[in-house]
């Protein structure tokens, strides 16, 4: 259970296995270059690193999804994970490592673990009946019919004789383990979550599966394959060397087990803070230093997902803008850790503000009039003014500031700090004006001061190139090259951020020829990407036979597919939500049910009434009119019964994107978790929420604000300007607790 400080000589870092089900999407990238990005600078800070990724290869949805393409299960995985591969070639992706859990190593790995958790006494025989989630590989608690938490679809009802593990053993055990180390798991939204789940009880869990046979045998008992979340986490340690003989192997195992960071998405945080460091504790074996979980990238405002059909391939961006492109927009613009908005508009706007007009022009402008006035030498820079002086004070502060932001994955503030010394530096730049020779300055006086201006903007340049080069690898090594640098990879391999500081560009040093770096990109990029899409989906279901991607589950036509129903967020935040408030989804997005929801008639008779707007002075009362200024109906115990208001507590909270009323919560209810989204975020600000016991409308309809599910409603009353204020308990009442 050992948890050390991290060591300072060496590193690593883990992307998720990506489930090998559909093609790579955008999300999928997202969650690499934070890896690459992470694993470049600390290569460059001299840290002996090793960076992982691969694809989870296993499990009854890739079974049945290989059974769909007409391929086998082995086939059907190869050819998908062959696009992983590609894919982070194509982008530049550093990592040491591409694991498969395919592979023979893995599955070597994989066998050894769970015979030690057999001899170790944590694994025995048994049988499960119960809900099956197959779209997460998850067990669920409830009833048959029981939705699925985390994907909302529904469970199946499965059972079969399974081996179990002792996860109820260590309950004590990771709450003492969360305690004793704080920084374990981030960012704080899945380490309440997390404990949450774990103080409510744990139960022994399933570790093998019977009713289907793609997947690793257990040994010895061959009819049963090992559940895929043990079979898909051991996959940090298998990469490594974990069950092989290779003394090569154990040393490499030796030399970078604990990983300092496993970077996941954060709907898979209980498998990777739960189960993972028990499955680790009862080997023996020493738990991951931290966990951190990414945010979801949201696009058209729904969470980016394959069944949603609403991605966008990294390969887009990349064969307009380049890569580096995309990296800077998904770093700068995606707080880590947050939900995060993806769009076509917003990423050329970025793209030409920071880099083509920003940091692209700054170079350009400098390294042209070096070459221009000074034949691509650096000049010397004598007789330094404030101006100079004030410049390198900058430089100094982004250098300080930039590294701990980064390296608590701050990248957008880190990026945004780094920036600012670029807008100083073409500020500075622009004042001085090099280019401009005032009639009453003399010609050696103009030289001096062109000397003094470009060289001190060359070598703020420079410091912002070396920051920056983790970020932009491709862009850096171009500017390095025309700065008279070399080659920026070899400065890495060197350890050049450990001795990053002002003063490094040399007079004398001769300039690399000038080159476009971010060629401003057109009206026509967005259309040009969104054709390029377009084209893509239609390729894909006519590959499909005029299927699309989305799950079996979707029982909508293709070619008429029904709404879903989309809340007014307005409408709701005045607690006016009625059925006529809900308006038609996009028919275009793909949805998984054909039923269009209404309001409850029990809940809609039994809501708190709202003030009615005033009929104008002296206007006769319409039947409408009358409607609404009459008593509120009564109704009957029958219809109060059928609402079912239930305890819960607010796990996270935070502001839906460009919806100013709008807070996605997750909530706990003590049988199960939840999202739902409520228009008060202009009255509570979200992280004064956390941890507050609240009432819901448990048994409300699904309904999509935003192009998010939400999953009941909040209980409010209403103050007389408007305000909601959330209804609340004295006492101690249990999660789930119903009100009578």
Known sequence: MNNSAPSSERYYLTTPIYYVNARPHLGHAYSTIVCDAVARRKRALGIDTWFLTGTDEHGQ????????AGRTPAEFAAAISGEFRGLWERLGISNDDFIRTTEERHKRGVQKLFSVLCERGFIYKGSYTGQYCVSDEA?????????????????????????????SAFERKLLEFYDANPGFMGPESTRREVISFVR?????????????????????DEKHVIYVWLDALANYITALGYGSDDPKDQARFARFWPADMHLIGKEISRFHCVYWPAFL????????????ANGWLLFDQGKMSKSRGNIVRAETVQEVLGADALRYFLLREIPFGQDGSFSFDALVQRYNGDLANGYGNLVSRVVNMVHKYFGGVVPDASALTNAETALRESAVQAIGAFGPAFDELNFSEALKSLWLLVAETDG???????????????????????ARVLATAAEAIRVITGLVYPILPDSAAKVWRQLGQGEIADAAKNSFLTTLAWGGLKAGTKFGEPAPLFPRAEKDAVERMQNIEDQNNKSVIEAAGGKSEAPAAATASPSVAPTAPEVNAEALAKGTL?????????TAQPIATAEVHQVPAALESARLSTTPPAAPAGAPLTPATEAVVAEPQHISIDDFVKVDLRVAQILVAERVPKADKLLRLEVDLGYEKRQILAGIAQHYEPEKLIGRKIVIVANLAPRKMRGLESNGMLLAASLPDGAPVLAGFLEEVPLGARLK
């Not at 504790?281 to 966990?291: D, E, F, K, L």
């Not at 500075?428 to 062109?450: G, I, V």
Request: charged residues 25%; hydrophobic residues 30%; proline residues 13%.
């Open 281 to 292: 504790m009862a080997a023996g074996i020493p738990v991951p230093r931290s966990v951190r």
């Open 578 to 586: 009625t059925p006529t408030t809900v308006v038609p989804v996009d």
């Open 428 to 450: 500075y730049l622009t004042a001085n004006a090099p280019w401009k020779k005032p009639p009453e300055r003399s010609d050696a006086d103009h030289a001096l001061l062109q």
């Open 139 to 167: 067990y669920v608690d409830g009833p048959p019919g029981t939705p699925c938490p985390d994907c909302g679809r529904i469970t199946e009802t499965v059972s079969e004789e399974n081996y179990f593990f002792k996860l």
């Open 61 to 68: 949805k890739i079974e049945r999804s290989a059974e769909q």
């Open 200 to 220: 409510g009880g744990l139960k022994d869990l399933s570790v093998s599966r019977t009713s289907f046979s793609w997947g690793i045998p257990v040994p010895g």
